[in-house]
């Protein structure tokens, strides 16, 4: 000390300042507020703080930077090097002191703010900073003259080197405190929850932290597991919920709750079940402890996050849908029965009406609309469409009743998205001959690789391929018939009672798309469009800039044969892009960052909520929106790049419109329920 200044400089963050020598690199870094990570504290002993010295001349901030400049390598960076390794351009920032001016880089790995770069095109990136940290401490030993207890010494230790005052103390961990801080030697690791609480503590140096991000979705349900330091997801795997024995659609399980008195407390019992084992099967997948689990979030839409929690879901199953609970929801692991460390805690996301849930609220985390000017649709396809329209401004939120259609459900050869089913279509105009793919291979049909692959159906993407192509091909017309008077032209287009199906594969078995298919995909799209355009009203909007499609099968979906079939508003196709499972990213998010959820805590509470069942227009929209694709909208911005076929209808006359009336309050009366 008392050595001239020396002028360190931090890259990436360019802070800089001036500092005495013999200050620890760590030291300056915390005095300049650079995020430079440390879990144990400055012994050198947990290698976070790891930084490089950017050698040479920086004229830009006058001065020479030298790794000389630097301490030299003592015992405690020789030791950790021998036991945990260290690249010989790296210095333990909290062991090596300035000598000189530096330029001091601090690598990604040694951040305390990492961010994760995710895979979607257009998402943000995840800031990682989650709720729970490790602290390592050295507990004072306890003396005969100043009898304290063992907690009590531990929170001082807490408080003295890490400034963290007034912890709470899960009352699991004092089962084995003592025990721990005497195997530590007085030295342990604590996991702090929120700055608030002590949820876990360990002998010695204790470095690994994870979570899992749950996403119960009705039909399946996924689990991340996350490295809490890195944000690195180690583990993803999916099951199906196993409620399926007691309803396919969301509807039929709250009816089996009620006419079944008792019958609640088994479905959430099965879910439990299902979310432990998929911890197990996480746990194993990743190589971790299930000890090591320290943080759980969880979204789901309304009914399952219900079911979940052990609340009862039957409101839900009629107007005015009212949720037992709408904020979010903090609670332990065990309260759920997972198997993972006895202090880990769940947080589960907000739900924001009766249709629409924690996986909405996941998916507004995960794609951020209330953050820029843009006015973003975002659409969540399921058997219920989860639909939020907005903009830093407002945000608007609606589910639509699409049914299970476009799972594959209701369709003639349907399946789920599973190997052998057909998810591409292509139809030659002029031959209206078709060439499909099939999931799980990649070559079309006719070309070499197809011949040895077993199609089994069409899953829900395959579906709207070949009904969007159909109708550029011009086979579909714009009412959604398939046109028999083509049938001499095409030996695909086959007399299929008093209507004509297309014979999309001719091997074994065959499979067609009927009449009745085409209804069915009709009354879906209807739906969600009619939804979406709902809230378009609301805002006043005639067109939005921009359209996200998420879930498994909105991701799936090809954007241009979206707007072609008129599944969503018009649109430039080149703005309509798919937003992967964004629900599951937001759980992810939110998970591994704090802030998030008082973000979304906020940003739910302003959220607008459109009740599509007692809106008026929704029957008109729909109506409207049976068309392919639409009766008044001429989709411009498709058609500048998309040459779309002439307007042509079947039967204009009044029994297609009664038929169209009819299947237009069979929608909006059944299928709310989905
Ligand atoms: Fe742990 Fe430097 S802070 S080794």
């Known amino acids: 000390m008392g050595e001239p200044d020396a002028l360190v400089v931090f890259t990436p963050s ?74 010989a351009t790296r210095r333990l920032g909290c062991v090596a002191h300035i000598a000189g001016d530096l330029v001091i880089d601090v690598p990604a790995e040694s951040q305390l703010y990492r961010q994760v770069v995710r895979k979607e095109a257009d998402a943000h990136p995840i800031e990682v900073d989650p709720v729970v940290r490790l602290y390592y401490v050295e507990v004072e030993e306890p003396r005969l003259e100043s009898p304290t207890s063992d907690a009590t010494r531990l929170r001082e230790a807490l ?81 199906m919920n196993p409620q399926i024995r007691f309803g396919e659609d969301l509807m039929s399980r709250v009816s089996y709750v009620m006419l079944n008195p008792g019958s609640r407390k088994e479905l959430t019992r099965i879910v439990r079940g299902c979310l432990a084992k998929l911890t197990a099967e996480l746990a194993k997948a990743a190589g971790v402890e299930r000890d090591d689990v320290l943080e759980v979030t969880i979204v789901g839409n309304p009914i399952m996050h219900h079911l979940l929690l052990g609340l009862d879901p039957t409101e839900l199953g009629g107007a005015p849908f009212a949720l037992a609970v709408d904020e979010s929801l903090r609670l332990r692991a065990t309260d759920l029965g997972l198997p993972v460390h006895l202090g880990a805690r769940v947080y589960v996301l907000p739900c924001i009406a009766g249709h629409v849930g924690a996986d909405t609220a996941g998916m507004i985390l995960s794609e951020g609309p209330h953050l820029g000017d843009e006015v973003n649709l975002l659409v969540d396809v399921g058997t219920n469409a989860e639909i939020v329209l907005g903009n830093r401004e407002r945000l608007l939120a609606a589910s639509s009743p699409t049914g299970p259609a476009f799972e594959g459900a209701q369709i003639t050869f349907g399946q789920r998205a599973a190997p052998g089913a057909i998810e591409r279509v292509r139809i030659d105009p002029e031959t209206l001959e078709p060439r499909v793919r099939v999931i799980g291979c990649d070559a079309w049909s006719g070309e070499p690789g197809f011949a040895d692959v077993r199609v089994t159906g069409i899953c829900g993407s395959g579906i709207i391929e070949a009904l969007a192509e159909l109708h550029l091909a011009g086979v579909l017309t714009t009412d959604g018939t398939i046109d028999g008077a083509l049938a001499t032209r095409s030996a695909r287009i086959v007399p299929d009672g008093r209507t004509f199906s297309y014979l999309l594969h001719d091997g074994e078995p065959r499979i067609s798309v009927t009449q009745d298919d085409v209804r069915q995909i009709q009354l879906a799209k209807g739906a969600l469009y009619a939804g979406c355009r709902l809230l378009m009203d609301h805002y006043g909007l005639e067109r939005v800039d921009r359209i996200r499609l998420a879930g498994a099968f909105g ?114 009366r059944g299928r709310r329920s989905e």
Not at 64 to 85: D, F, K, P, Q, W
Request: one cysteine or more; hydrophobic letters at 40%; charged letters at 30%.
């Open 159 to 239: 408080a003295r080197e890490w400034a963290l005052e007034r912890l709470e103390l899960d009352v699991h961990v004092l089962d084995d405190l003592q025990q721990t801080l005497r195997a530590g030697d007085w030295r342990v690791t604590v996991a702090v929850h929120d700055g608030r609480s002590i949820t876990a503590v360990w002998p010695g140096l204790h470095e690994h932290a994870y979570g899992i991000a749950f996403d119960v979705g009705s039909t399946t349900v996924a689990g991340h597991l996350c490295d809490l330091w890195s944000g690195d997801v180690l583990a993803s795997a999916g099951e």
């Open 14 to 87: 360019g802070r800089r300042g001036r500092f005495e020598h013999g200050l620890t690199v760590l030291d300056a870094a915390r005095r300049l507020g650079v995020d430079l990570d440390s879990v144990c504290g400055g012994r050198g002993i947990c290698g976070r703080c790891q930084v490089e010295v950017d050698e040479g001349e920086h004229a830009k901030h006058g001065i020479t930077s030298s790794a000389s400049h630097l301490s030299e390598v003592n015992e405690v960076e020789r030791t950790y090097a021998a036991e945990r390794g260290l690249a």
């Open 555 to 668: 991701s799936q979906i090809d954007p241009k044969h979206a707007l072609v079939l008129g599944l969503i508003p018009d649109c430039d196709p080149e703005r309509v892009t798919a937003a992967g499972n964004a629900a599951g990213t937001g759980a992810r998010i939110a998970l591994l960052n704090g802030a998030a959820r008082r973000e979304i805590e906020e940003v739910v509470r302003t959220v607008e909520k459109v009740e599509t069942a007692v809106e008026p227009r929704f029957q008109e929209h729909f109506v409207q929106a049976m068309a392919i694709p639409h009766d008044t909208d001429p989709y411009e911005r498709l058609r500048a790049v998309v040459p779309l076929p002439r307007r042509r209808k079947s039967s204009p006359g009044a029994k297609e419109g009664r038929t169209r009336r009819r299947a237009a309050s069979a929608a909006t």
